[in-house]
């Protein structure tokens, strides 16, 4: 299936609970969204999204990943969808960076080959291991009574994992946390995640504060190194996040860190053709997995449904559905039930159907 065309579109994701706030002032309202639509020659399309989280979360960032598929769009022309190694292999050799946008492309590459041979996403990445999985709702920093409010909402609906923003003071971080397991109970998973904003000092304080309740610590510091400090000197057990773009870094987490689990987002590593790389090492390593990215819509959402219901038996942690708390919706995504569980589509691709007059017109093109 040669790709004949190359569109990009744009459009705005609205965070739905006014501001989505993380550590050292990282605040969105809104994010713009990038999303790739392939065009094969018998005129199937596949559909990739792209959402970068501001530009001081990950050296991603909307306008340069823009820029980036003005240069790989006529790299991957002509090329095989079905063959999605071979297009990675083409957008590399084009160009270093650019992961989310080349996320958006393997995406789109995966949901052209699913539909062209019939199958599932979840199926092409690996099989349908498990037909349920536990959804988590970031819960933005706040207050700690804002914080405990927002939980007990959402534990009302039914949600039971949830990833609590921390990582300022560690002191006023360790009453977020405490006021948050006042509503919460053990089928519940908390994760107290610092988004890399503690130094090693601030993240032991917090640790100790935090040291008598059952949570999980996800990415306390910025580099691997000082997770791994951390980690030594807590029994808090630890996921590592954005200090893991590769399998040699994953490894290291494993062994020098002793991280138990690693937070996996497409989009930070050049999309799902690595990501289930990473997911699968990890497996092997004995760790749990998180399915995540950095922010998005419907077609983000989809894409983590097929990776979390593929992803090894016993090393699915939980998944985040971004779509539970963005809009608009421009397909109609998987949704989290009243159980707090999801479940990937099992039509072809992605399985999502996208409201293209949503999106309006294509800010760029490339054509065979």
């Not at 092409?124 to 970031?138: A, D, M, S, T, W």
């Not at 534990?155 to 039971?160: C, E, L, V």
């Not at 987490?253 to 090492?281: M, W, Y």
């Not at 990776?307 to 942690?317: E, F, G």
Request: aromatic share 6%.
């Amino acid at each position: 299936m040669k790709i004949t065309a190359v569109d990009v579109f744009e459009y705005q994701l609205q965070y739905a609970h006014g501001a989505y706030v993380m550590s050292h002032g990282r605040s969105q309202t809104h994010e713009p969204s990038l999303v790739v639509r392939l065009t094969g020659e018998d005129g199937t399309v596949g559909w990739g999204e792209t959402c970068p989280h501001g530009s001081t979360y990950l050296p991603a960032f909307f306008e340069g990943e823009r820029e980036a598929l003005k240069l790989l769009g006529p790299a991957i022309i002509g090329l095989d969808a079905t063959e999605p190694a071979i297009v990675h292999a083409a957008m590399s050799g084009t160009l270093l960076g650019g992961m989310a946008a080349k996320s958006a492309i393997d995406v789109a590459c995966w949901d052209l080959f699913g539909k062209t041979t019939g199958l599932s996403m979840t199926t092409l990445l690996g099989g349908r291991v498990r037909e349920e999985f536990r959804i988590f709702v970031p819960v933005a920093l706040d207050t700690p009574a804002r914080m405990r409010d927002y939980v007990s909402a959402e534990r009302a609906k039914g949600t039971i994992d949830f990833q609590l923003k921390v990582g300022n003071d560690p002191y006023e971080d360790a009453a977020r946390v405490a006021a948050v397991m006042d509503v919460v109970d053990d089928t519940c998973t908390v994760i107290a995640d610092a988004n890399g904003g503690w130094n090693v000092q601030q993240a032991l304080q917090a640790a100790h504060e935090l040291r008598d309740f059952r949570l999980y610590l996800e990415q306390p510091c910025l580099s691997l190194s000082d997770c791994a400090e951390v980690r030594r000197r807590s029994d808090l057990p630890l996921i590592v996040d954005e200090c893991v773009t590769t399998v040699d870094d994953l490894i290291r987490a494993k062994t020098e860190a002793h991280a138990g689990g690693v937070n996996i987002k497409p989009g930070r590593v050049g999309g799902p053709s690595a990501a289930i790389k990473l997911r699968d090492t990890a497996a092997a390593l004995g760790m749990m997995v998180t399915i995540d990215e950095t922010w998005g819509g419907a077609l983000v959402t989809a894409t983590l449904s097929h990776l979390a219901a593929s992803t090894p038996a016993n090393a699915l942690l939980t998944t985040s559905f971004f779509s539970e708390w963005t809009t608009p919706d421009i397909a109609t995504p998987p949704k989290k039930d009243a159980r707090g569980l999801g479940q990937s589509p099992t039509g072809p691709g992605l399985g999502v159907d996208v409201d293209a007059a949503l999106l309006r017109q294509p800010v760029f093109s490339t054509r065979r």
